[in-house]
């Protein structure tokens, strides 16, 4: 395992609208993962495979990485967790092979990300990675995890951000689905506070119907209004339509230009606070038409000069 990496280094702020986890186990699958166009794809060696396959996940992980060109397709694999005999040899085949970034499973503190940091930095060390290279994140599965949102988050400059399990998570709070999301809104808004704070990036819950799309829609439409980064997913067909409402509108990106163009010109002429469309606006409403600039292209929506 001591092939040259090819891969580009990993951003921390890149644009992760869609997570789609796919089986580490089974390279038929992974193989060709890249072609469904999520930003992200999460490589499995955990939930999805047997305990008697793990050595045949990390195998398959690791070819795959060191065979497949996945393009501009970011590459996350979610390890086993810290109370399993399988973490350590995962961490090294993740880092060996090339991976993006690793997701810690069922994090619950800060110590465990401290734990998993010097894991990946011994690997990079010892495969000839550049140290830092690998970017962490963290799933958090329990009450103790989300109480413990933002000490998470800040443990490592590795850290680009956090999302929640929503299966876990329901059971140890002894609830069932419920339409709306009501019992999962405290957790949610507790974790998306922690990673603005901490300024990462934060995901939901996969949807775990495939074939009930109207309450997918509907849970999509929630996280974007709540002010997630982007939404772990589990079928192709579901990319589309997040990709479509993480995207900015025509209108949103229309005021936004107006934004950041009358911000310079008003602050040429020292001018703080001033209005737009007949609504005030100030430095904090330019820093977020930035942001929407940036999201657009990031998206391939914007076609403006900015």
Known sequence: MTKEIHRPRPEKDRL????????????????????????????????????????????????????????????????????TPHWQEDIRVCVAA????????????????????????????????????????????????????YEIVTASPRMFGCAISG????KSMHVQIEDGGIEMLAARGQMLLAARAAGVQCFDTMYPNVDDMEGFKKEVIQNHKMGFDGKSLINPRQIEFVHETFAPTEKEIAYAEKLVLSCQAQADAGIGVYTVDGKMVDIPFFEDAKRIIKLAKACGVYHGEL
Do not use: W
């Open 16 to 83: 992760r609208r869609t997570m789609m986890f796919m089986n580490a186990q089974k390279p038929a699958l992974i193989r060709d993962a890249y072609i469904y166009g999520s930003d992200s794809i999460i490589l499995d060696l955990e939930d999805a495979v047997a305990e008697n396959q793990k050595d045949a996940a990390r195998f398959s992980l690791y070819h795959a990485l060191q065979e497949i060109d996945y393009g501009d397709t970011e590459v996350i694999v979610r390890i086993n967790g810290l109370d």
């Open 167 to 170: 299966g876990d998570f329901r």
């Open 98 to 149: 090339g991976a993006d970034g690793i997701r810690i499973a069922k994090c619950e503190n800060a110590e465990m990300v401290r734990i998993v940091d010097q894991a990946v930095e011994k690997a990079e060390i010892e495969f000839g990675v550049e140290v830092g290279r690998t970017l962490l994140m963290a799933a958090l599965e329990s009450p103790l995890g989300i109480m413990n949102a």
